[in-house]
């Protein structure tokens, strides 16, 4: 350590010091941030495993996710599976695509309405063969 002998060296000194705190911290964060990183996907795992076993969301969409997911999944996937791996597979898969609707509800609902929207004009300029603006009006 350098001997300090005026306030002018004393001042920066402590200029010194100070970057060298916030360097320090900056560092810190950084190896906190990666930390979390790295333990990440092992986070994800558990949470995939917790919304196979529970529910999050009773709404009115998850019936037809229900019916659905049953159909595809026993109808189709299982249809030559034994009666427990009938049971046990679709709880599972409802859940999952439940809780998946219920994390992303709006990111769906605004595809939907997209989707819907686009295949309505589609079929506006069918029927009257022009282009029609969000108002009516034929243009």
Known sequence: MK????????????RRLKLHLKATEMELEDDIENFRESIKPSNLILNRFGQTIIRKDNGLINFPINAGVELIVNKLLLRNFGFFTKLIVPFFVKNLANNFYGDHKLAIVTW???????????GK???FG????KKGTFY
């Open 125 to 127: 300029e069918k029927v």
């Open 3 to 14: 001997k300090i002998e005026t306030i002018k060296e004393l001042k920066i000194e402590k």
């Open 112 to 122: 939907l309405e997209e989707k819907l929207t686009h295949a309505i004009e589609e």
């Open 130 to 133: 022009k282009k029609i603006s």
